[in-house]
């Protein structure tokens, strides 16, 4: 996981394109907010940012359950969009792009993309026999069902037996090509436990996969056969270069591609893994197109071995949790106490206890208490201090924007808590040693002074380096200490805000005003067993 970024101006990213089949849940809100935090690092290290994300609205799926609530596709799709927009906002989500695969203009990439892999001959017809799911739309290898002839991931759902006529993409053809690639560039794949999956899968050997279906038509037709509809995948995978369009451009793959493609990373589920690492890249070669830098696989929210989702049954409303305990706790949660890339549980009392020992407790009551007796004993403004470069605190600090920025290019955003807490809590551990409170009483105030500079400039440190994480508590944290910083809106993030101007130690400046302290992070409580 040592991914070192290249040096540019421009940085774009996106989340998966959502099946919008049924309103968004917890397995979809989680990798949203780890795109937003890094799109949000990305801006503070001064690159211009376009983070994607969207919907994918078309197949047998959608087509199906549209029909059983009585609406058409399209009415079905308007709606359940509304739902995934309102989340975001709600999650602090600042996207630049939301695409949806029913937008005009994603017909004409589509089309353009399918003439280019038609020409280069990697498209032909066939007869395709197998299982079916529905709910991912996907042929199934006889192999990996369970008993009864059930999806391995959608438990409940029974495999539908197929025997029709598609167009079939000829993956089988990049093999060689696919396998060079994830030895020459491993960080194509990440992270390693996902690349391992995926080189296990190609070494079995690469089959051709159907990219038309016949028994429904709610997508494009295949454009030398409109009898045929272009399958799922083949059409959503490409609304990712679609979103790139600026809505004054003609909708052509040269200008889909002109200035923010590749994609440094694309942010996926575990479970569509293959389609990105593998189906996507050869149908990027196919067509002529660069490839992404980096797929990033993360792992599932599970409870009792079993992914968390509606089919399964144990579905979490992120909304209920968000309206419970704020969003920058449940930003928190998600990012910190789970590591981003491997399977992890919800729980809800670990959630209550670790955002009350972290953010509450090491951050909030920190510098409340250092505040508290700065406007009690020296006028309410940064103390004058000289602060050397051996000070326990600004030892630690020296380096923790580099450690830092490290673990969130490699999204390892439970990492990048965990250094910026190391700071925090020695910050609670000096000031509990050095007693300031009581170096005013001996009246020794130069001495409690120097105490306290320390410890706020080791808060203002830590607000700022988790800004991307939690924004209301950093933002709350900054302008208790003077300044006008507000890390919810990127129209205010600029070259002074920006990580060289920031992101180190000594930016607090001697008699700057300071706010009067108020609690930057309630302490949550779990809700009282039996009430609603």
């Keep these: 996981m040592n991914f070192q970024p290249t040096e540019n101006s421009t940085f774009s990213l996106t989340t998966p394109l959502y099946y919008v089949n049924d309103s968004p849940h917890i397995g979809s809100a989680y990798p949203t907010i780890a795109a937003d935090a890094l799109a949000r690092f990305q801006r503070l290290r001064g690159r211009s940012v376009r983070f994607v994300t969207g919907s ?125 690639l994830y030895a020459e560039v491993p960080e194509f794949i990440q992270p390693d436990i996902r690349r391992n999956e995926v080189l296990s899968f190609v070494s079995q050997g690469l089959r051709d996969f159907s990219i038309s279906r016949v028994n429904f038509d709610w997508g494009f037709p295949v454009p030398n056969d409109p009898n045929h509809t272009i399958y799922v995948w083949f059409d959503a995978l490409l609304g990712y270069i679609t979103a790139l369009l600026e809505p004054d451009q003609a909708p052509t793959l040269e200008n889909a591609i002109s200035e923010w493609y590749p994609f440094n990373v694309h942010i996926i589920g575990k479970d569509i893994l293959r389609f990105h690492a593998v189906y996507f890249p050869a149908m990027l070669m196919s067509a002529g197109l660069p490839l992404p830098d980096r797929i990033f696989g ?67 009551n920190l510098l409340n208490r250092a505040l508290g007796l700065i406007h009690k004993n020296s006028g309410g403004v940064v103390p004058e201090a000289e602060i050397a470069i051996d000070h326990p605190l600004r030892s630690i600090a020296e380096g923790l924007e580099d450690r830092v920025a490290q673990a969130y290019e490699a999204l390892r955003f439970d990492t990048a808590c965990e250094e910026t807490l190391t700071l925090l809590r020695a910050g609670n551990k000096y000031i509990n040693e050095q007693a300031p409170w009581s170096l005013y009483k001996q009246g020794k105030p130069q001495e409690a002074e120097q105490v306290l500079y320390a410890v706020l400039e080791s808060v203002r440190l830590a607000a700022y380096l988790l800004a991307p994480i939690v924004p209301h508590t950093s933002t709350a944290v900054y302008q208790q200490l003077g300044f006008s910083i507000d890390f919810n809106n990127s129209s205010l993030i600029d070259v002074s805000t920006s990580f060289p101007n920031q992101a180190r130690w000594g930016i607090l400046r001697a008699k700057q005003q300071l706010q009067k302290p108020q609690p930057v992070f309630q302490k949550l409580e779990l809700p009282i067993e039996g009430s609603s």
Excluded at 304 to 326: C, F, H, Q, T
Aim: glycine share 6%.
């Design 56 to 180: 994918d609205e078309h197949g047998q799926k959608i087509q199906r359950t549209a029909e059983a609530l009585g609406r058409t596709p399209q009415e079905h799709c308007d709606l359940v969009v509304e739902s995934f927009k309102n989340l975001w906002a709600q999650l602090d989500v600042k996207y630049d792009r939301f695409i949806r695969t029913t937008d005009e203009p994603h017909a004409a990439i589509v089309k353009e993309f399918f003439q280019r892999v038609w020409e280069n001959g990697d498209i032909y017809l066939s007869q395709q026999k197998g299982w079916y799911c529905v709910a991912c739309e996907e042929f199934k290898e006889e192999r990996d069902l369970l008993e009864n002839k059930h999806c391995p991931i959608h438990v409940n759902k029974p495999v539908e037996w197929r025997d029709e006529e598609n167009y079939f993409f000829r993956l089988s053809k990049y093999q060689e090509k696919l396998e060079k």
């Design 298 to 364: 993360h792992g599932f929210l599970v409870q009792d071995g079993v992914k968390m989702g509606k089919s399964a049954g144990n579905a979490i409303d992120p909304v209920a949790l968000v309206e419970r305990y704020g969003v920058d706790a449940f930003r928190y949660y998600f990012l910190k106490g789970i590591e981003f890339g491997r399977d992890g549980v919800f729980d809800e009392v670990r959630f209550v206890d670790l955002c009350n020992a972290d953010l509450a407790d090491n951050f909030g």
